[in-house]
């Protein structure tokens, strides 16, 4: 990502979202497809407050 201008801070999203889909896999070719990343990061399952509003992150 960060080969392809994207800011650092969205570039450690998409690397943590690459390893998160790759250790769900058996074998050495675990890696993920960008378009696979993509459909991972665009599902918004952060949880929600009482209120229902979605909680941010905090870094």
């Not at 080969?3 to 050495?28: I, K, Q």
Request: charged share 20%; glycine share 8%.
């Amino acid at each position: 990502a960060l080969s392809r201008g994207v800011p650092p801070f969205e570039a450690a999203g998409y690397a943590n979202a690459a390893a998160a889909l790759s250790v769900t896999r058996h074998g050495g070719s675990s890696a993920p497809t960008d378009q696979e990343i993509q459909t991972f990061l665009s599902h918004d399952d952060r949880p929600t407050t009482a209120h229902g509003r979605k909680q941010e992150a905090h870094f």
